[in-house]
């Protein structure tokens, strides 16, 4: 009998090495770090340890990817000072274009408190140009459940090939002073966005 099928439509940087690991023909494998001209991901095209794998269509300009990241209460807390990067820099030459987000709090008490501590994506740092609208955090993040919110593409988000190029989404904390309250929760962001060469 076959060992367990392992990684079946999971995801990878890569094809398995592993050759204690079984893999089965019809096996998928998307790339977890996907850029242009990289594969989406692999194929299993006949079974083995590890297998033989074939890479699926490479990743075009301009794709339509969806990432989630999950930011922990204690980086919630410390949001203002540390941002956290939602995707990473994507190479010389290509810029990221921000098209959307969902926020999910994962509520765990107690609830966090702010005043006038909203969310903003930006590029690459919380001095970075602002790539989303103001996330309104009153009756979302000070919250005793779970809540969902969005976060919008700003209208003219024009930033130098300097400081657009390779850099990183974050998400910031633009308000006052960091969130109080001790928090315990959680939240995810469901983030939408391309890659798009400069050509410059």
Not at 32 to 56: H, I, K, M
Not at 108 to 126: L, Q, S
Request: aromatic share 8%; with cysteine.
């Amino acid at each position: 009998m076959a060992a367990p099928i392992v990684n079946v439509n999971g995801f990878a940087t890569s094809v398995p090495t592993d050759t204690t690991q079984f893999h089965q023909k019809g096996e998928v494998i998307l790339n977890s770090e996907p850029s242009v001209n990289e594969p989406f991901g692999w194929v299993c095209v006949a079974d083995g340890r590890p297998g033989t794998w074939q890479a699926l269509d490479s990743v075009p300009h301009g794709a339509l990817y969806n990432t989630v990241v999950t930011v922990s209460a204690a980086e919630l807390a410390a949001l203002r000072a540390t941002p956290k990067t939602l995707v990473s820099a994507p190479g010389a030459g290509y810029v990221l274009k921000f098209e959307g987000a969902t926020l999910l709090l994962d509520y765990t008490a107690p609830a966090f408190t702010e005043t006038a501590d909203n969310f903003v994506i930006r590029y690459n740092n919380g001095s970075g140009v602002a790539v989303s609208d103001v996330i309104e955090n009153t009756g979302f993040i000070d919250q005793t459940a779970d809540m969902i919110t969005h976060a919008v593409p700003v209208k003219d988000p024009i930033v130098s090939k300097a400081n657009g190029e390779n850099k990183a989404l974050v998400l910031h904390n633009n308000g006052d002073g960091e969130l109080a309250g001790g928090g315990g929760s959680a939240v995810r962001v469901v983030i939408s966005y391309r890659i798009v060469p400069t050509g410059f």
